[in-house]
C-alpha cells in the first residue's frame, strides 16, 4: 500500500467513524460547543502523521504543503493546531481552517468512549462540555452502558494502526501534521521523477 492508498484507507475509516459520531450526537444531544476551539488550541494534543494524511495530501492539491510546513517551523512546537483559526483574545473561540480533513483525535472527542477501571463505558469529552451540556451529559453516560451505540476510540486507534502502525505513533499535533507534509512532499517528488522517466 502506498502512501496515497493508506491516505484513502484512512479517509475510508473515518467515514465509518463519521457515521456513528452523528448517530451518537444525535440522539445524545451531546457535541461541542459551536465555536468552542479550547482543545484546538491545545499544543499538547497528540496525533499521529497517519491521521493527518489525508489533510497533507489535500494541502498539497491546493498548492499549501510547503508553505504550511514553513509555517509550522516558524511557529515551533508551542504554537495551537496549524489548522485553528482562533477569533478570541484566549485563542479558546475559534474554528477549524480544514474541518473535512481533521484528524482522528478531532473527531473522536465529544462522540466517542472508552473504558474505565471498573469497564464501564466513558464519554471522552472535556469540563467545559460537561458543565455546558449537563443534564445531556449525565443522560448519555447512563445511557451507552445500557442501549445507547457511541464509537469506541480503541476500536478506531486498532484499525488505524492495521494501515500502518509505524506512522501511529503519538507526537504533539502539529508536529503530527509536519510529518504528514513531509510524507507527502516526498512521495509525490517521487511519483512526479517516475513519471518524467516514463515519458
Known amino acids: 500500500m502506498n502512501l496515497a492508498d493508506k491516505s484513502q484507507a484512512v479517509l475510508n475509516l473515518f467515514g465509518d467513524l463519521e457515521e456513528e459520531s452523528k448517530l451518537f450526537t444525535s440522539k445524545s444531544g451531546l457535541g461541542c460547543l459551536n465555536g468552542c476551539g479550547a482543545c484546538c488550541s491545545k499544543p499538547e494534543v497528540s496525533a499521529s502523521a ?4 489525508p489533510l497533507a495530501f489535500d494541502l498539497y492539491k491546493k498548492g499549501l504543503a510547503e508553505s504550511s510546513l514553513e509555517l509550522l517551523d516558524k511557529e ?10 482562533s477569533h478570541s483574545l484566549d485563542g479558546k473561540m475559534g474554528f477549524c ?7 482522528m483525535i478531532c473527531r473522536l472527542f465529544g462522540a466517542s468512549y472508552r473504558k474505565n477501571k471498573y469497564g464501564q463505558k466513558d464519554i471522552i469529552t472535556c ?4 458543565e455546558n451540556k449537563e443534564e445531556a451529559f449525565l443522560k448519555a453516560s447512563i445511557s451507552i452502558n445500557d442501549e445507547l451505540p457511541i464509537p469506541n476510540a ?3 486507534y486498532m484499525h488505524l494502526e492495521e494501515i500502518d502502525e509505524a506512522l501511529c505513533r503519538q507526537v504533539p499535533i502539529n508536529l503530527a501534521i509536519g510529518r504528514a507534509l513531509e510524507l507527502v512532499l516526498r512521495f509525490k ?9 516514463l515519458t
Open 189 to 197: 517528488f517521487y511519483e512526479e521523477e517516475e513519471i518524467e522517466v
Open 76 to 85: 515551533g512546537e508551542g504554537a495551537s493546531c496549524l489548522m485553528y483559526k
Open 154 to 156: 480503541t476500536k478506531y
Open 50 to 53: 497517519l491521521e493527518f494524511l
Open 127 to 130: 469540563k467545559i462540555l460537561k
Open 97 to 103: 481552517g480544514n474541518y473535512s480533513n481533521r484528524g
